[in-house]
């Protein structure tokens, strides 16, 4: 597992933005998955995506690595976000829209007001 565990720590700390997923950024496998990367791709956010479900000890090693149960993960300059439900949360309240200006992350801040509005 040390192999997998030394990929994803320098895939989290060589990409400002991550996304482990079931699927691809263009090919979601999952309802989750798609909802997190729904919510990047309409924002216009840069990531790198993995796809969990083409290597297994990525897809055991991530939850190991960062102690969280489900997938997707999100990781921003390299600290883990989280899973859906609180992407959706932080997207919702415009935490995610801070997290992404602090960071120095590119997104559009319409399309993140838009989802907003979408959902009140």
């Known amino acids: 597992m040390s192999d997998a565990n030394e990929r994803i720590k320098e895939t ?7 996304l482990f997923m079931k699927g691809t950024k263009s090919m979601p ?5 798609s909802r997190v990367a729904g919510v990047l791709n309409f924002m216009g956010v840069e990531y790198t ?8 000890e990525i ?7 960062s102690d969280w149960p ?4 999100l990781y921003v300059k390299g600290e883990f ?11 919702l309240s415009g935490e995610l829209d801070t997290m ?11 399309a993140a007001d838009k989802i907003r509005e979408a959902n009140a």
């Not at 897809?59 to 690595?65: A, E, V, W, Y």
């Not at 976000?81 to 997207?91: P, Y």
């Not at 992404?100 to 319409?110: G, H, Q, S, T």
């Open 29 to 33: 496998q999952c309802g989750f998955s």
């Open 12 to 18: 989290v700390t060589g990409n400002d933005v991550v």
């Open 49 to 56: 995506d993995v796809n969990v479900l083409a290597d297994e």
């Open 100 to 110: 992404f200006d602090d960071n120095e992350v590119a997104y559009n801040k319409d």
């Open 81 to 91: 976000v989280g899973g859906c439900d609180i992407i959706t949360e932080m997207t």
């Open 59 to 65: 897809r055991q090693g991530i939850k190991d690595f």
């Open 70 to 73: 489900t997938i997707p993960q």
